[in-house]
Nanobody, 124 residues
Framework: QVQLVESGGGLVRAGGSLRLSCVAS????????VGWFRQAPGKEREFVAG????????RYADSVKGRFTISRDNTKNTAYLQMNSLKPEDTAVYYC?????????????????WGQGTQVTVSS
């Protein structure tokens, strides 16, 4: 079992940057692939980015490709989401999630463990 805590959200102007962090409890962080999801008001939670257990494989939603970068540091039990060139449509609560699946999962049902979320607001 793993517990996840996100941080790093906030208010930023369009074109700005933020880096989200997801700290995991336990000593088996490298047993989990990690995904970042987001949920805007009135919308479904959607996949943003995912990273494999070792960090060697990443995947992005088309809407963030080229602007967001997911990474992880297994020595620190931490995953990151670097968000650049932010747009107002990126405004959402961002969630970190973990899965033991060996596949690069993009559906929220594949992720068992979730953090509490961190708010990102991008003003125009």
């Amino acid at each position: 079992q793993v517990q996840l805590v996100e941080s790093g959200g906030g208010l930023v102007r369009a074109g700005g940057s933020l880096r989200l962090s997801c700290v995991a409890s336990g000593r088996t962080f490298n047993s989990y692939a990690v995904g970042w999801f987001r949920q805007a008001p009135g919308k479904e939670r959607e996949f943003v980015a995912g990273i494999s257990r070792s960090g060697g494989i990443t995947r992005y939603a088309d809407s963030v490709k080229g602007r967001f970068t997911i990474s992880r540091d297994n020595t620190k039990n931490t995953a990151y989401l670097q968000m650049n060139s932010l747009k107002p449509e990126d405004t959402a609560v961002y969630y970190c999630a973990a899965t033991t699946s060996l596949r690069m999962e993009v559906t929220k049902s594949a992720y068992v463990y979730w953090g509490q979320g961190t708010q990102v607001t991008v003003s125009s």
